[in-house]
T-cell receptor, first 113, second 114 residues
Framework: QKEVEQNSGPLSVPEGAIASLNCTYS??????FFWYRQYSGKSPELIMF????GDKEDGRFTAQLNKASQYVSLLIRDSQPSDSATYLC?????????????FGGGTRVLVKP | DTGVSQDPRHKITKRGQNVTFRCDPI?????LYWYRQTLGQGPEFLTY????????KSRLLSDRFSAERPKGSFSTLEIQRTEQGDSAMYLC????????????FGEGSRLTVL
């Protein structure tokens, strides 16, 4: 079992719709969770982080965390073609030194005009 | 530009050659990380430094790989006797000790081993 798992996609959504991305993790003691966006050929950039159960909203993005079920999700509202990218879920495991992030394989999102 | 910079951006080499990548982190960041990413995969942790001390190395980092961060500033990642399986994007990231997981990535160094 991988430490952080994501559906590789592609997740195809029409422009203006909601894109829903899911991520599960294996270390029950994980405390910090991150979503990074990576455009093709570019480096990852941080979109959001979440530490507590529940929802966290930032503009068109909402991160949801459920520690009991060990999953974290990302919703992208009013999806735009510029949102087409790979979204990486990352976790800091309980015993990770130096805030080391463990990444999932990423979900590729395609927003069609 | 005050972001993380990496050099070279692209490197093509023949199997068996040595290559070295350089990373200049954001100046006030005391943590520096190296990750490797292959096509269609997420970044995989290789090693990290806090100031000049290398505090953790992944088992992915074979003895052909060595990383340094002299004086706690820039870092180098050297791969000796390259193999085709070393072909990947090598990403450097930096952060402050006081933050939690907010890594700032450089644009990466893409290695192609022929």
């Amino acid at each position: 079992q991988k430490e952080v798992e994501q559906n590789s996609g592609p997740l195809s959504v029409p422009e203006g719709a909601i894109a829903s991305l899911n991520c599960t993790y294996s270390d029950r003691g994980s405390q910090s969770f991150f979503w990074y966006r990576q455009y093709s050929g570019k480096s990852p950039e941080l979109i959001m982080f979440i530490y507590s159960n529940g929802d966290k909203e930032d503009g068109r993005f909402t991160a949801q965390l459920n520690k009991a079920s060990q999953y974290v999700s990302l919703l992208i509202r009013d999806s735009q073609p510029s949102d087409s990218a790979t979204y990486l879920c990352a976790v800091i495991a309980q015993k990770a030194a130096g805030n080391k992030l463990t990444f999932g394989g990423g979900t590729r999102v395609l927003v069609k005009p | 530009d005050t972001g993380v910079s990496q050099d070279p951006r692209h490197k093509i080499t023949k199997r068996g050659q040595n290559v070295t990548f350089r990373c200049d982190p954001i100046s006030e960041h005391n943590r520096l990380y190296w990750y490797r990413q292959t096509l269609g995969q997420g970044p995989e942790f290789l090693t990290y430094f806090q100031n000049e001390a290398q505090l953790e190395k992944s088992r992915l980092l074979s003895d052909r790989f060595s990383a340094e961060r002299p004086k706690g500033s820039f870092s180098t990642l050297e791969i000796q006797r390259t193999e085709q399986g070393d072909s990947a994007m090598y990403l450097c990231a930096s952060s402050l000790v006081t933050t939690t997981g907010e890594l700032f990535f450089g644009e990466g160094s893409r290695l192609t081993v022929l």
